[in-house]
């Protein structure tokens, strides 16, 4: 089943007072935990601050299959020094099951499948 979370995030006035330098040291920490799951959760990467967002400033689009992965993942980045110094926090998590009553109909009910093959 392909699962997709939609995180929240709010970054800090703190995190935009660093050197750009530096907050890219920072976000290298962050991609490089990001492309070590690379093979089990895609993960997306947006900016909204500028946005209509009324308690979030990013939000990341995260996909798979492997929530161990998934999870994995997030207890990684909660412990990088971007998150650790509290620069960042998640806000909110939104989370949903690609067709999951679909699969329910067709696994469990045993019911034909809406989708043309």
Not at 7 to 14: H, I, N, R
Request: hydrophobic share 40%; charged share 30%.
């Amino acid at each position: 089943m392909n699962y997709t979370m939609i995180v929240l995030t709010e970054f800090y006035p703190a995190w935009l007072a660093l050197p750009r330098e530096e907050r890219r040291e920072y976000a290298k920490d962050l991609y490089e935990i990001i492309d070590e799951f690379k093979d089990s959760v895609q993960v997306r990467i947006f900016d909204a601050e500028a946005l209509p967002g009324a308690h979030y400033t990013d939000f990341m689009i995260c996909e798979t299959t492997d929530l161990k992965a998934y999870h994995f993942m997030w207890e990684k980045i909660r412990d990088s020094r971007a998150y650790s110094k509290g620069y960042f926090k998640i806000k909110d998590v939104i989370m949903g099951m690609e067709n999951a009553f679909e699969a329910f109909e067709t696994e469990e009910l045993q019911m034909p499948s809406l989708r043309k093959k």
